[in-house]
């Protein structure tokens, strides 16, 4: 079965910085990836996702996530964050066969104004 | 606002209770799922129905029983839980689990239980 590793839990960033949550997975075959995020209090919401094509995704709210396929990697990036972006992101994968989505441990983000 | 419907948001109930939580999509999603999340923690799977039928049970106890009336709903009953067992259950749905897993989940607000 896949796994999903991400790390530095807890991130404190000021705003205007620049955001790279890493996410690594291990499975040798095909996978669609995905970034969730969590707002206080609020559900799951999917905020990109990679299944083929360009590794280069852009999702909602100005993230976006490259795919590298040699290092089993789905990193998360924002330019420039805001206050609002604090949450809790989780990485995500679903491999073709398994149909179980596999989450990472979940980054919490927390910006300060 | 999410397109998964979860009730209640809120349970307490104690350990010789029978409860359910409820879930229901119109996204024509044929595919839902049960997880449970912990604080501070990522959603764990619980179940998988796929076309009203159970496809996926992580060896999840036999106190929760699921249940897929039809396409739209989908049920978890309740039954003698532990105090280990309050969480925030999340429901969600996906277009198809089998054949299209590039679909993302779509995911309810959650109901936070609490055991006593």
């Known amino acids: 079965a896949q796994s999903v590793s991400q790390h530095n839990h807890h991130v404190i960033l000021s705003e205007a910085a620049s955001l790279e949550l890493g996410c690594n997975y291990s499975y040798g075959g095909t996978v669609n990836l995905f970034w969730y995020v969590q707002y206080p209090g609020q559900h799951l919401q999917l905020l990109l996702k990679?299944?083929?094509?360009?590794?280069l995704v852009k999702g909602i709210k100005g993230f976006e996530a490259e795919f590298i396929k040699s290092k089993f990697s789905f990193n998360l990036r924002k330019p420039s964050v805001q206050w609002s972006d604090t949450a809790e992101y989780f990485c995500a994968v679903i491999a073709y066969g398994n149909n179980r989505l596999a989450f990472g441990k979940g980054n919490q983000v927390v910006v300060i104004p | 606002d999410t397109e998964v419907t979860q009730t209640p948001k809120h349970l307490v109930m104690g350990m010789t209770n029978k409860k359910s939580l409820k879930c229901e999509q119109h996204m024509g999603h044929r595919a839902m799922y049960w997880y449970k999340q912990k604080a501070k923690k990522p959603p764990e799977l619980m179940f998988v129905?796929?076309?009203?039928?159970?496809?996926i049970n992580e060896s999840v106890p036999s106190r929760f029983s699921p249940e897929c009336p039809n396409s739209s709903l989908l049920n978890l009953h309740l039954h003698a839980l532990q105090p280990e067992d309050s969480a925030l259950y999340l429901c969600?749905?996906?277009?198809?689990?089998?054949?299209?897993?590039?679909?993302?989940?779509?995911f309810g607000d959650g109901t936070r239980l609490s055991i006593l």
């Open positions: 990679y299944f083929s094509g360009d590794p």
């Open positions: 129905y796929s076309y009203e039928k159970l496809s």
């Open positions: 969600a749905s996906s277009q198809d689990n089998g054949r299209a897993p590039d679909q993302p989940q779509h």
